[in-house]
């Protein structure tokens, strides 16, 4: 770590560890392309001991060695994934194992290739393009010189073919799909009736034998899930040429008429339905040798609930004539591209069928980049070593950022969060003074809070905004401080003076109001109480305050009795403006939130997969427009619709004004909401 001085660990702050560095620099300029309303930022820490839920690690899908893909977040040191090796003519997969895992913070770059993959990597990572390996950002001259990515260079691998999915859906379609799909496919239903001479006996079976255990206890544990008990028996023993047999079997007649209607082809089908179908076909009846991914089936109409299911999900296949025993193949086309699409969408059981290993790294999707988006923030993400160097990311090939000496160089526990491991830049405010009283500087407004909370529980111990907030009045620049923390009403007389002479804004973020919710999702913030507390502190000093009410959380904090109370509390602390935006679930943020959600709330995860299907991050236009609907009355009500740009303290003099104002606007991008920023 560049300018370390040292780690400390203080009871005061037990299970955090503080890296004090020298910092080089301290404003930070927002690229030209940002929507946001200020230019220049400041922000003394990294990391953020306010530990909201929402505020966690990246959602980069790394391929396992099993063939499936898990989030990068998931992993630990020991996990066996996929790297590549060279071997002959050609780069091929391999199993390697995760060494070590850990947390660092950097600035955010979105890669988008043609086939609509995209990647959000630092600037210093590295991928494996036609031309060797190449890192995100970098120069044609000078000391930062070195190979980096433009536009037309072609990624090596297969691609996901758009932004990450993190979870095929599991829900009641997708097991009513499965069933449908392995027990058409490789089940046996029959009644036979049988007389005597002394009476009529009418017998019912069900069985499903197969030599693969794993899709065995999915069909299992699916059934029972549908009330449906299952008795397990041996079918087939093994022999040199085959692997044992294991049945599923019942004869209890209502349970086998339960069966034959959950197994009956549904009038309406989803894309779920789809999916579990897809799942228990392949399962059932499918393979996948030397790169060719097969399913076959002599059922006229399973053959054609099969086509219509690759259709749904625009896989391309062909249907090969029937052999001399009715059986027909249906073959998917497009390579390892589409075959892992596949995999992904249906989350089949059967980890043999899944194999990558020594296959060829051969590209055959558009893999060519077509866009390099400076995210303009830093976020925190996660780096791995592997045993090969590299690794899959989101389906293209990638170099570790660090060895691991690197990371021991850091002073950073492997897999360690960054709301434990805070960086304090303890030299920031004369680093910024000297920045300041350069000719060149145009004192320019100056926000803080865009990135960590300035505010946060380590300001108590290193108190360094007084020194900034002074830095930034005696040199006549604005700023704006956004935050949630109750600890700026420390320095509120010292702001109010610095607004004696430049330009102060002030804004609270408040999302939850309810104080076990708040504790629970933001376990190390201030309570919704002591920070309007804080406003209340602010606005007898003058200060207009804004409050943003972000993010509004479907379900737990969107009742008009919860906004209308969150509103009337805001009004009564004399805010005078309120921000609101619906939760905003980011890619890295997403499947932590689910997390969170199904040990709370698992009564809402269904609901959330509706308001957030697949890889979406923003609540649906339909429910923003409802959003709007309840809150605007609600903000007109309790006076808190303003728009008066002036949030400068009433009663004191108004100084001049650069050209934009950090509040100026009511309106925050999602992608940088308070929701995400701490």
Known sequence: MDGLVRSVTTPEFAGMTFHEVLAKTALNRVPGASAMPFDWTVNPYRGCSHACTYCLSPDTLILMADGRQRPMSGLRPGDEIIGTER???????????????????????????????????????????????????????????????????????FGIGGPPMIDPPLGEDFRRGYLAGMIRGDGMIFHRTYDDGRRVRTVHRFRLALADTEALDRTRT????????????????????????????????????????????????SKDWHAGYLSGMFDAEGSCSRGILRISNKDADVLRMLREALTAFDFPYVQEPPRENGVSTIRLRGGLPVRQRFFSVTAPSITRKLDIVGTAVKTFSDL????????????????????????????????????????????LDAGNDFDNQIVVKVNVAEVLRKELRRGSWAREPVMLGTNTDPYQR?????????????????????????????????????????????????????????????HS????????????????????????????????????????????????????AGAVRV????????????????????????????????????????????????????????????????????????????????????????????????????
């Open 458 to 518: 380590a300001e108590g111990r290193y108190r360094l905004m007084p020194q900034i907030a002074s830095a930034l009045t005696e040199t006549g620049t604005p700023f704006s401080i956004l935050t949630k923390g109750s600890l700026l009403r420390r320095d509120l007389p010292l702001l109010a003076e610095a607004a004696a002479s430049v330009r102060v804004s002030l804004a609270m973020s408040i999302g939850v109001f309810d104080d076990a919710l708040q």
């Open 222 to 269: 699916l059934l029972a899930a549908e009330g449906i008990a299952t008795n397990t028996r041996p079918f087939g023993e093994a022999t040199s040429t085959r692997q044992e047999i294991t049945a599923l079997h019942t004869a209890k007649g209502g349970d086998i008429r339960r069966l034959e209607s959950l197994v009956s082809e549904p009038a309406l089908r």
């Open 368 to 411: 060519r980049v077509t866009g390099i988006e400076d995210l303009g923030t830093e976020i925190d993400m996660i780096d791995i070593t592997t045993g090969t160097g590299d690794f899959v990311a989101n389906g293209v090939i990638s170099h570790n950022c660090f060895a691991r000496g690197t990371h021991e160089y850091l002073d």
């Open 521 to 572: 999702i933001e376990p190390g913030t201030p309570s919704a109480q002591a920070r309007l507390d804080t406003v209340r502190a602010a606005t007898e000093l003058g200060f207009r305050v804004t409050v943003f009410l972000m993010p509004v959380i479907p379900h737990l904090t969107d009742s008009i009795a919860a906004l209308d109370d969150a509103l009337r509390r805001i009004s009564e």
């Open 87 to 157: 071997s002959g003519s050609y780069r091929r997969y391999v199993r390697t194992t995760v060494r070590a895992t850990w947390t660092t913070r950097k600035r955010a770059h979105r890669v988008t290739l043609a086939d609509g993959t995209e990647i959000v990597a630092s600037g210093d990572h590295r991928f494996l393009s036609e031309r060797g390996w190449k890192y995100v950002t970098g120069t044609m001259a000078g000391a930062a010189r070195r190979p980096y990515l433009t536009p037309q260079n072609r990624l090596q691998g």
């Open 579 to 678: 921000v609101y935006g619906a939760l905003h679930l980011r890619p890295g943020v997403k499947p932590w939130f689910f997390e969170w959600l199904e040990r709370e709330h698992p009564e809402l995860v269904s609901s959330y997969r509706g308001l957030y299907p697949g890889v979406s991050t923003s609540a649906p236009k339909a429910y923003r427009t409802w959003l709007s609907k309840r809150v605007r009355p609600l903000l007109r009500m309790h006076r808190l619709d303003g728009h008066d740009e002036d949030d400068h303290p009433r009663g004191r003099p108004q100084p001049g004004l650069a050209a934009r104002t950090p509040l100026a606007t009511p309106t925050v991008r999602p992608a940088v909401a308070p929701a995400t920023l701490f």
